[in-house]
């Protein structure tokens, strides 16, 4: 299709549409419930024996059913993780009050962050290729082996053609597709587009992060995931998916909806460390926040919360704290700070999920609490026990990844 329409690279980017598959709920109404009165989806897992393993919990997405979502002769095709994805944009595009049709399909895009992908399917797939040899595997499991399945499977199920792309860049995989979501409708290329992030809780990457001794229980102690507080000993593992719906606002506005909020500003940054291990120190998250607020020409007085990346662990969580310290401390201002790692624990495409919570925050005025935070490390403007209603202009997400990778957003009114 020849496309010869005018790119405007001042689009406003505003968010549309929510969809959520998570462990604290399905849908916007459900999760945001269950969040702002501070609820956990943290339980004992129930899908696999963890009975041999040194960590027994984590946070399950229960009560989904994809047949509520997805069309019978697409669902037999889809894995765990398409699944949440596709039903999670069809919640997203419900909630945009968008209709996908054959004059705007090649116009209607996807990005997905994913930072591992069907494991589940790809540990079956190799277990049939190494005991039976290429005869024995379900040439079915084949194409859900590659990380892009679940954006394929989503535009088969709505019926787009626009950019399809996966994003996979560690804890950060949600974030950066958002970014680039973003950058797509300013640059024109799409008018309607979904982004966030998606991750499972299986057996084989379950017990893979249990060797890596980053679950709690670390050192011992109570298993809970406890983000930014002095107890803290490792993070939780959790599952879910995060779409939110990207277009201009002259788009929504034409077409007569009200954005829950705008995508303002966008940082993006580094620091020299192992693939596997946190930074030495909190220069590079600085240096990233004050990109995106200098991108989005706001200032840090102007920003009123921040959706957080702690999950419990113990070098992220101090790294993290001691950044906004030094940043706050130099502004005389301290913005609120949640984080939603404590109620659905951390998939590593987590932003996606996010996102949602963010937007969801702005429309509504109120912040999340912290759940598991009962002894704050630094003297912070944390939000404890139970939901902070305030008016909320600007925010923050942050994006912080193992091998030190950043991503920060700020979403405006």
Known sequence: MNDNRHIDNTQRVVVTGIGLVTPLGIGKDEFGRRLFTGETGIAE??????????????????????????????????????????????????????????ANRDRVGIILGTSFGA?????????????????????????????????????????FRGVNTTVTHFAVSAENAIAYAAAEIRRGTVDFIFAGGADILSEFYYKSLTKFHVLSPQNKGRESCRPFDKDRNGMIVGEGCG??????????????????????????????????????????????????????????????????????????????????????????????????KGAIGESFSSGGIKACAMALSMEKNILPPVAGLANPLKPLAFVTEKKKELEINNAALAGISFGGAYVYMTFSK
């Open 45 to 102: 897992i129930k899908s696999f024996d963890t009975s041999k393993l040194s960590s027994h919990r984590g946070a399950e997405v229960t009560n989904f059913n994809p047949r509520d979502f997805i069309s019978v002769k697409n669902l037999r095709r889809m894995d765990k993780i398409s699944l949440m994805t596709a039903a999670s944009a069809r919640l997203a595009l419900d909630d945009a009050n968008f209709r996908i049709t054959e």
């Open 119 to 159: 494991t589940d399917i790809t540990v079956q797939f190799l277990t049939n290729l190494f005991n039976g040899g290429p005869a024995n595997v379900n040439p079915m499991l084949v194409p859900n082996t590659v990380m892009n399945a679940a954006a394929g499977h989503t535009s088969i199920e709505l019926g």
């Open 243 to 340: 779409i939110i719906c990207l277009e201009s606002l002259q788009s929504a506005t034409a077409r007569g909806h009200k954005p829950y909020c705008e995508i303002k500003g966008l940082g993006m940054g580094s620091s020299p460390t192992k693939p596997n291990a946190w930074p030495q120190n909190s220069d590079g998250i600085k240096l990233t926040f004050s990109r995106a607020l200098k991108n989005a020409d706001i200032s840090i007085n102007e920003v009123q919360a921040v959706f957080a990346a702690a999950n419990g662990d113990k070098i992220l969580d101090a790294l993290e704290a001691e950044a906004y310290t030094a940043i706050f401390d130099s502004s005389g201002k301290n913005p609120f700070i949640t984080s939603l």
